[in-house]
């Protein structure tokens, strides 16, 4: 394996964070294997390792997982969030996944939770569902917009402190998803 770490930047873990993935028993290694003989994979597929391009997945070395990074389908919606210097994963306290995104002002980019978050941990930090099934934008017809969402919750809600989007299900045209809000 270290020839390979050292001549094709190769990384390895035990196992999928993603759902919908199951190792084989030796593992994962990730690599470009565009750069590999076709005698290398078939050996390292026949040795019982799973074998992924490293662009599309992010290592999680502290938990020893892989998380997908690249759409494999259109309902696809990523588990993991990239933040400013660290990466959030569903190994994480949820408090912290909050923390990153949620909204002060309407004005301040919205970043959404993804939809593996259940809503009775989000509410279970303070935040209350808003009055609505979901929200929807895309291509057929509604644009439901975050920052109009803040705005009205602003109207609405005393003591308003801050607002989380979540994700509820992704489509080829369009995305849903809920609010959650946060008052004094």
């Known amino acids: 394996m270290s020839t390979l770490t050292e001549k094709h930047c190769a990384e390895y873990c035990s196992e999928y964070g993603e ?3 199951s190792s084989e028993p030796n593992g994962i290694i990730f690599m470009n294997w565009n750069e590999v003989s076709d005698e290398i994979y078939e050996y390292l597929e026949e040795a019982g390792y799973s074998l992924e391009s490293n662009d599309e997945w992010y290592v999680d070395h502290d938990n020893d997982k892989a998380w997908r ?3 494999d389908c ?3 919606v990523m588990a993991i969030k990239f933040c400013d210097g660290y990466v959030l994963t569903p190994d994480d ?4 996944w909050l923390e990153e995104c949620e909204s002060t002002d309407y004005n301040q980019p919205h970043a959404s939770l993804p939809e593996w978050i259940e809503a009775e941990d989000i509410e279970s930090n303070g935040y209350t569902k808003v ?3 979901d929200y929807e934008s895309g291509f057929y017809g509604t644009s439901d ?3 109009k969402i803040y705005q009205k919750l602003e109207e609405t809600v005393d003591g308003l402190e801050s607002v989380v989007f979540q994700i509820t299900s992704a489509e080829q045209f369009r995305v849903n998803f ?3 809000y946060k008052a004094s």
């Not at 306290?93 to 912290?96: F, R, V």
């Open 19 to 21: 759902s919908g993935y």
């Open 74 to 76: 259109y309902s696809w």
């Open 131 to 133: 009055d609505c099934d």
């Open 178 to 180: 809920t609010a959650y």
């Open 93 to 96: 306290d949820i408090s912290d």
């Open 69 to 71: 990074t690249s759409g």
């Open 145 to 147: 917009n975050p920052t």
